[in-house]
């Protein structure tokens, strides 16, 4: 029988998000000083990071029922102590959608950033009007928050994809070289796929376990493919005869 600690931590998905995040960490320390400076680059890393970050930290929750049951006991959840939904719903749902708005803004044409700029502001003033309110408490699951959050990054691919056919950059660029085509794509894929999975997941864990798990992984695949793509962006500049470099666009 497997120790707790094993339970908790041995997993494949964070094997993975963890060697990610070594390579990752690998091909940031070899960029230049000015690379490391430029967003294109650090903050790829730093979602990365944050990621297996808060990854393993649920794992460590996993692993530490008390300290996960004094959380909820903390935030009012006597019902639920074996949750750790609090800790996702900041991170994945919340700071994350953030993190990858940021990202996305970074490829934006500067009439386009507003938009990013707008729905930023609009995001965290709702989700802390709705966290405050009690209508959507910080240790249950969060559907108006989350279908809010994946809209804006549906909205923001949209844009993207908008100016891969109008720019006349990317019109003259080989989309399936753009390291940003593809973690797009996958963006678009992970938020359109993982709706069932955000929305319902504490009710299929009560109805049907093995359903809830399997669209768990599901979710975790389309997670690893995102974080390659932040691996690639990373090491991008030692990649030039693979990936065309993409526009820098400044604000106007």
Do not use: H
Not at 137 to 164: E, R
Not at 171 to 200: A, D, E, G, R, V
Not at 225 to 248: M, R
């Amino acid at each position: 029988m497997p120790s707790p600690f094993w339970t908790a931590f041995g997993d494949w998905y964070l094997f993975a998000i963890d060697a990610l995040l070594l390579i990752g960490t690998f091909y940031f320390l070899k960029l230049k000083k000015e690379e490391k400076a430029n967003s294109y680059y650090w903050l790829p890393f730093f979602i990365l990071a944050f990621t297996v970050f808060y990854e393993n930290l649920g794992a460590y929750t996993n692993f530490n029922f008390e300290f996960k049951k004094s959380v909820n006991a903390l935030l009012g959840n006597t019902e639920f102590p074996k949750y750790n939904l609090w800790l996702y719903n900041i991170t994945n749902k919340q700071i994350s959608t953030i993190l990858y708005l940021f990202l996305i803004k970074n490829w934006l044409e500067p009439t386009k950033k507003k938009y990013i700029n707008w729905m930023l502001i609009v995001f965290v003033i709702v989700s802390l009007v709705l966290q405050i309110t009690g209508i959507e408490p910080l240790y249950l699951n969060q559907p108006i928050i989350f279908s809010m959050g994946a809209n804006m990054i549906l909205i923001g691919s949209g844009l993207y994809f908008v100016a891969l056919i109008t720019n006349q950059y990317y019109l003259n660029s080989n989309p399936l070289k753009l390291l940003s085509f593809w973690q797009m794509t996958f963006l678009l894929f992970t938020y359109s796929l993982t709706y069932i999975n955000s929305m319902t997941v504490i009710y299929l864990y009560e109805i049907n376990s093995q359903l809830g798990i399997g669209i768990v992984q599901i979710d975790r695949v389309l997670g690893i493919l995102n974080k390659v793509i932040l691996v690639l962006i990373i090491a991008s500049p030692l990649l030039k005869k693979v990936f065309v470099k993409e526009p820098i666009f400044r604000a106007a």
